[in-house]
């Protein structure tokens, strides 16, 4: 059974310092999205990453992934307060199956 | 163009009724997925459909639940009879194919009385 863990669960930081979120699985997959969910709001699809080394950036959001480490990371550069949300990653299982979704990352962007 | 969309938005009902969450998906998308979201447990998959087939409903917590997916714009979740313990959000998502991007409908939220 697939197994995907984020650290940190919660993470409160300030305006203008960077932070990297962690996803890690316990299969291999050549599969990966990055979800971003506001208080109370749907889930929305910020990345899909499919191979190793593909990294893909949008603003201050940075995803990159290492299949042989199994691995994914979300890096955020000059946090501003409109990035507190909660980020979930998610991972292929097998080929063409479901994805299996990480518990989730709570951001805090404090002013 | 249209995203999923979910109906209702909010349903309060009392304890023991029956209740039908609905969902019309993105047109062309081959897969559905109904998920429950909540504090305790965070997001869990309960079932998904892959043109129309139901592929895995091993997530479905108990007989109560069933869903169904009569075209392929359209699906159903049903909860009878319905318990407190219930009460979440409940998200419906559709995608191209089984492991594409998912698309995330705004949820139901439901609370049992």
């Known amino acids: 059974e697939l197994k995907v863990e984020q650290n940190p669960l919660f993470l409160s930081m300030q305006e203008g310092k960077n932070y990297t979120i962690y996803c890690n699985y316990s299969t291999t997959s050549d599969r990966l999205y990055w979800y971003r969910q506001d208080p109370g709001k749907s889930l929305e699809s910020l990345f899909v990453l499919l191979s190793n080394g593909a990294v893909k950036q949008e603003g201050r959001l940075m995803a990159s992934l290492d299949t042989k480490a199994r691995l994914s990371t979300l890096h955020i550069t000059a946090a501003v307060h409109d990035l507190s949300a909660t980020y979930f990653c998610a991972v292929e299982e097998t080929s063409g199956s479901r994805l299996t979704f990480g518990e989730g990352t709570q951001l805090t962007v404090n002013p | 163009d249209a995203g999923v969309i979910q109906s209702p938005r909010h349903e309060v009902t009392e304890m023991g009724q029956e209740v039908t969450l609905r969902c019309k998906p993105i047109?062309?998308?081959?897969?559905l997925f109904w998920y429950r979201q909540t504090m305790m447990r965070g997001l869990e998959l309960l079932i998904y459909?892959?043109?129309?087939?139901?592929?895995?409903d091993s997530g479905m917590p108990e007989d109560r639940f069933s869903a169904k997916m009569p075209n392929a714009s359209f699906s159903t979740l049903k909860i009878q009879p319905s318990e407190p313990r219930d009460s979440a959000v409940y998200f419906c998502a559709s995608s191209l194919w089984v492991s594409g991007t998912q698309h995330f409908g705004d949820g139901t939220r439901l609370s049992i009385l």
């Open positions: 047109s062309g998308h081959n897969s």
């Open positions: 459909f892959n043109n129309n087939v139901p592929i895995d």
